[in-house]
């Protein structure tokens, strides 16, 4: 998700990075990945961290809070997935009524 999210600045960007040499694009491309690591990373190894159940909780609900992410379930995917594995192969589900 923070991939997509900074290939699409950087592809809003793209007319202000025109003049830049490819080494200086290549740097932008470096920067940004960089900084997108350095503050997810701490988080990833947090998660990791060997604590009790609560304590997980809370960092999943802080970091909920600061992303806004909901669970596939509540996007509406995953009722899409599991009704395309019961469907014969090389059939494609219908979209539902709600995303019509």
Request: aromatic share 4%; hydrophobic share 35%; proline share 6%.
């Amino acid at each position: 998700m923070a991939e997509k999210i900074r290939r699409s600045e950087t592809e809003k960007m793209e007319r202000k990075l025109q003049g830049l040499h490819v080494k200086e694009r290549e740097a932008v491309d470096k920067l940004t990945r960089h900084i997108i690591d350095q503050v997810f990373r701490p988080v990833y190894y947090s998660m990791k961290d060997d604590e009790d159940v609560e304590a997980k909780k809370n960092k999943i609900l802080a970091l909920k809070n600061m992303f806004r992410l909901e669970p596939v379930y509540k996007r509406g995917m995953l009722a899409a997935q599991e009704e395309a594995k019961q469907l014969p192969p090389g059939r494609q589900a219908l979209p539902s009524p709600a995303s019509a």
